[in-house]
């Protein structure tokens, strides 16, 4: 392979690397962007996954033109290289953002204190069920 070829599949390991990595960090992206079901689960679905995508996609790319490569060993090094760089720097920024979501909920817990009664601790805000119904039952008639 020539110069001009090795430069274009860095530029594009490059790219894939800070596209990947803005990605994952995604700048506005809260918790509750992941919140699956009620709130009151607490269950959230933040897929380790996608820091695996645009590798792949790369990857799959390098495979459509393997015929620049002059033999699978270095098709594979150079795919298994472009891989690794992009998916641990989609990894860097899925650990900036949770390290973010850290810090921003310690800011909110330190600025929104919780209230106490008699020794127990609850937050600071009731949040009711969205089903619960304001109408009273009569349970002595079942």
Same mark, same amino acid.
């Given at each position: 392979?020539?110069?001009?070829?090795?430069?274009?599949?860095?530029?594009?390991?490059?790219?894939?690397?800070?596209?990947?990595?803005?990605?994952?960090?995604?700048?506005?992206?809260?918790?509750?962007?992941?919140?699956?079901?009620?709130?009151?689960?607490?269950?959230?679905?933040?897929?380790?996954?996608?820091?695996?995508?645009?590798?792949?996609?790369?990857?799959?790319?390098?495979?459509?033109? +393997?015929?620049?490569?002059? +033999?699978?060993?270095?098709?594979?090094?150079?795919?298994?290289?472009?891989?690794?760089?992009?998916?641990?720097?989609?990894?860097?920024?899925?650990?900036?953002?949770?390290?973010?979501?850290?810090?921003?909920?310690?800011?909110?817990?330190?600025?929104?204190?919780?209230? +106490?009664?008699?020794?127990?601790?609850?937050?600071?805000?009731?949040?009711?069920?969205?089903?619960?119904?304001?109408?009273?039952?009569?349970?002595?008639?079942?």
């Amino acid at each position: 392979m020539d110069i001009l070829t090795w430069t274009i599949l860095v530029v594009v390991a490059i790219l894939a690397s800070a596209f990947n990595y803005y990605l994952n960090l995604a700048p506005g992206a809260d918790p509750e962007d992941f919140q699956v079901g009620p709130t009151q689960l607490g269950i959230t679905c933040d897929c380790s996954l996608n820091i695996l995508i645009i590798g792949g996609i790369v990857v799959l790319a390098l495979s459509a033109v +393997s015929g620049l490569f002059e +033999s699978r060993l270095e098709l594979y090094i150079v795919g298994i290289a472009a891989f690794s760089m992009i998916t641990i720097a989609g990894f860097i920024g899925r650990r900036r953002r949770h390290h973010e979501w850290k810090e921003l909920r310690i800011a909110i817990e330190r600025s929104v204190p919780g209230t +106490s009664f008699l020794g127990f601790k609850r937050a600071p805000v009731d949040i009711p069920f969205e089903d619960e119904d304001d109408e009273e039952f009569d349970y002595d008639a079942y």
